[in-house]
Every structure is written in structure tokens, then in C-alpha cells.
């Protein structure tokens, strides 16, 4: 969507630079949220010492006091330009609490700078004598806008002016997140309470920790040390248009465009849920016809809400119906999209035993030369996995990083699947799927696994 120069990512992390407007940046589909890059490090050296850690944390993330002030002149800039853009209805707020790519621990302390970095890559016009990189989540290098107003504004505010300081008193908090060495040494609490401690004394900003101003992300750990504002009030994630949120937008997003989804095309998801998947496909890919199916009323009720909330009434059809059984004729999808739930919203003691029956269906309904697209659990990975390369299969590309099963399971039982000829009923089913990628997601507290298969002959030939 947007053309950079610079793309660089780490585990839960893409930075970027590109020049571009707010608006563009909202159309981002496949991140959690936007952050403005203040700064990125390599990992801080560790030491047992609980004051000098904390001390070096501190001399990082606060730095002078003129470089939040010029933080502070960027951020209200680009604000200036998002407008009545970062208004959304109020009942998605719910979405928040899947926060953002993961859990982090909350320590607010009001900050009185404006969301800099974040917001420059929006809109990279800030100052006319200043310079600024855009980046996305965080941009792969430190977005630092010179600014000689910020610096006047910031030897005004030492005390002579009182306008100027009443303008520069805003509120914030830091969110912070320690993992490896670090997290043995100190808290994320400890950490977020020292910086705003320091941020409030140097700078005079007010802690909130309930509706900041500003908010300050400081993540650490063994890989590096990075410091980003939200660009955006709410996550990008956070879609208009869904009225109850399903499952993660982004990683239906993301599905959807692993897909190969064309004009034309009939897509399928033979478990839709409150149809999250549909919903982002259709999106994004208009010219499609799509379908989804469930068995479950109440699923089926809120897949209609958000469908007509989004006013996608003529782009997608429900149908309600088990996915072991479709009537739907033969070889009639191009492509087929499903997260199959097992062990995290619904716990089944039969989960291993209805995988073949599921599977053997959804190849059944895609034309030879489609694709299909699951969301697995760890579980079912390693099971689906061990199965993949025991039909011939060679490993998928992609990033999982996972070890195959040897005996798939998803209770620890080698003989689930094999009950009823399961395990021969799948390996049926992957000698016409041909593996083509395998992805690890977070869902948050657990991860799971996008496996995308190309049907390269119908069962049997």
C-alpha cells in the first residue's frame, strides 16, 4: 500500500519509513497498531545492579529534555491533519482490549509530547526546515525532526513564559514491556514508573493513567530496545465496519491475502464465526463472490450484524450448515479460507477425530488449481505438519520455526486420529494439496499457524 525504501522486522515488529498522509496510513490491513519510532537500540548491556539498570533505562528513553519538546512540535502537527479521522464508533472500542500485538504491561504516566515519530510518517511535511522519516508500527530508524521552533519553544518554557507552558502541559503514561536478561533484573513496572517519574520532573507533564494525552511504548529486550507513540487514538485494527469483533481483523487480513482472491472468484469459509474473514476479503477484494457457513445460530446472527454494518449484504451469502457435510456441489470454490478453532474457543474431546471429515470436505469443494487457507493451533500444526510430509509432501515454506510432529496429536494421544482411519483419510487429502506456506501469528497469549495449500489434482488421480 505503500511504497518504502527502507522495510526492516523483527518478531511482532515491521519498521518502515515512507512519506505519506494519515489517511494512506490508516488503510494499513495488516498491523495491529501504528507507532511513531522515537528510538531503536541494540539490546542495553545488563548488569545485576537494579539502580544503574534502571538508570541507563532512564538516560535512553528520556534523554534531554529538547527532544521531547521537539517530539512534542511533530506530534501536534501531524494531529492537526488526522481531523475527524480518528473518530469511530464508540461500540468498537471493545476491540481495544486485544491491545496491541501482544499483552503488554501498563505503567501510565502522563507525557505531555506530542505522538512525534508516529505521526511525521504520516505526513512527512512537518517543518518546513525539518526532516522526518515515516514509519509504520516503528519505523526502521529513529524519525527525529529538527526543529527550530521546538527549540525556542523549549527555552521559553523554562519558566519565563507561562502560556507556553500552560500549551506544553498535557498528560501521559508509558507502557512498558521487558523480556530476557532484562525482565531478571527489573519490572516492567519499575521501569514505567521511573521514566514518568523523570518525564514529570524534567519536562512538568502530568501522569494519567485512565485517558493520556500521549502514550509512551518502551519495549525491551534481548534483540533490542525501542521506544514509539501511537500514531493513532485507536489500533489499527480496530475496524469500522465490524460490529463484533471475531477473530484478530488482522490475521483474517492476512488469510485473505494468501488466498489469491481475484475478480470473479467464489470464496468459501466453511466456518465462519461472525464472519471476521468475509468481512476483510470483501473488503479489500470487491469483485468477489463470497460465502460462509456455520452451524451455529447465534455465530450465524452476529455474522449477519457485522456483514450489514459493513453493508456487504450483496458481496457475501450465509449459509447455515456443518462443515462435515456441504451442500455444495464438487470442485465449485477457487478458494477456501477457515479458522478452524479447536482448543481455544470451543473445547471438543473429539477435536483430533472431526479434523479428517473437515478437511476431506474442504478439499472436496475447491476447484483443482485453487487454494486453501487454515489457521491452525500449535496443535494442529504439528499434526497437520507430520501428516503433510508423511504424504510426500515436502516441509512449507514460511516462518513457523516449528518441528514437526512425529505421532500428530492434539490431546497427546497418538491414536486420535488414527480412530475411524482418520490419519489415512487426511494423508488422502494432502497427496492433492500441495504445501505452499506455513506462517506463525499471535493471537495474543497463544500463537497459531496460517498454512496456505495449492490443489494440484482431485483424490485418486
Keep these: ?59 535512553l528513553v528520556v534523554g534531554e529534555p529538547k527532544y521531547w519538546l521537539d517530539i512534542i512540535s511533530v506530534w501536534r502537527k501531524l494531529h492537526g491533519h488526522e481531523g475527524e479521522t480518528d473518530d469511530v464508533p464508540q461500540e468498537n472500542t471493545l476491540a481495544l482490549k486485544r491491545k496491541s500485538e501482544e499483552e503488554t504491561t501498563s505503567i ?37 525532526t529538527e ?24 498528560s501521559f503514561r508509558v507502557s512498558c ?39 509512551i511504548f518502551v519495549h525491551l529486550n534481548d534483540i533490542q530496545s525501542v521506544v514509539g507513540i501511537p500514531l493513532f487514538r485507536l489500533p489499527l485494527a480496530n475496524r ?12 483474517a487480513w492476512a488469510m485473505a491475502s494468501l488466498a489469491e482472491i481475484s475478480a470473479g472468484a467464489l470464496v468459501l469459509d466453511p466456518m465462519c464465526g461472525l464472519g471476521t474473514i468475509l468481512l476483510e476479503a470483501a473488503k479489500e477484494w470487491p469483485e468477489a463472490c463470497y460465502w460462509g457457513a456455520d452451524i451455529s445460530d447465534s455465530q450465524l446472527e452476529g455474522a449477519d450484524g457485522n456483514i450489514r454494518t459493513a453493508g456487504l449484504m450483496d458481496k457475501i451469502e450465509l449459509l447455515k450448515t456443518s462443515v462435515k ?14 479458522d478452524i478453532p479447536f482448543g481455544q474457543k470451543f473445547k471438543t474431546t473429539n477435536d483430533a477425530q472431526l479434523l479428517p471429515d473437515i478437511l476431506q470436505e474442504m478439499e472436496r469443494v475447491l476447484r483443482v488449481g485453487g487454494t486453501l487457507v487454515l489457521l491452525l493451533s500449535q496443535e494442529l500444526h504439528r499434526c497437520v505438519h507430520g501428516l503433510t510430509k508423511r504424504a510426500g509432501g515436502d516441509s512449507a515454506d514460511g516462518n513457523s520455526g516449528a518441528d514437526p510432529a512425529q505421532a500428530p496429536s492434539v490431546d497427546g494421544n497418538p491414536s486420535s486420529l488414527a480412530q475411524g482411519g482418520g490419519e489415512s483419510v487426511l494423508s488422502r487429502c494432502f497427496r492433492s494439496l500441495v504445501p505452499e506456506g506455513v506462517y506463525a501469528v499471535s493471537l495474543g497469549k497463544t500463537d497459531a499457524f496460517i498454512h496456505k495449500y495449492r490443489k494440484v489434482s482431485a483424490p485418486g488421480n
Excluded at 179 to 199: D, H, M, P, Y
Aim: net charge positive.
Design 1 to 59: 500500500r505503500l511504497f518504502s525504501p527502507q522495510v526492516d522486522s523483527v518478531s511482532g515488529k515491521v519498521f518502515f519509513s515512507a512519506a505519506a498522509r494519515p489517511g494512506e496510513l490508516r488503510r494499513l490491513r495488516s498491523g495491529e497498531r501504528l507507532f511513531l519510532l522515537l528510538k531503536k537500540h541494540s539490546p542495553l548491556p545488563v548488569c545485576g545492579n537494579r539502580g544503574k539498570m534502571l538508570h541507563e533505562i532512564k538516560s
Design 108 to 144: 501510565s504516566k502522563r507525557q505531555k509530547t506530542e505522538p512525534v515519530r508516529a505521526v511525521v510518517s504520516e505526513e512527512c511535511q512537518v517543518e518546513p526546515g525539518g526532516t522526518c522519516a515515516v514509519p509504520e508500527k516503528m519505523s526502521s530508524q529513529e524519525c527525529w
Design 147 to 170: 526543529s527550530k521552533t521546538s527549540s525556542e519553544i523549549l527555552s521559553k518554557g523554562s519558566g519565563e513564559n507561562p502560556v507556553v507552558n500552560e500549551k506544553l502541559s498535557f
Design 177 to 215: 514491556r521487558c523480556s530476557g536478561a532484562i525482565a531478571k533484573i527489573v519490572t516492567s513496572q519499575e521501569v514505567g514508573r521511573a521514566i514518568g517519574v523523570t518525564l514529570v520532573k524534567q519536562c512538568g507533564w502530568r501522569a494519567d493513567l485512565r485517558d493520556p494525552d500521549l502514550e
Design 240 to 251: 469500522e465496519y465490524i460490529k463484533t469483533a471475531g477473530l484478530r481483523s488482522t490475521v
Design 325 to 338: 457435510a456441504l451442500p455444495l456441489p464438487s470442485e465449485s470454490f477457487d478458494s477456501v479460507i477457515s
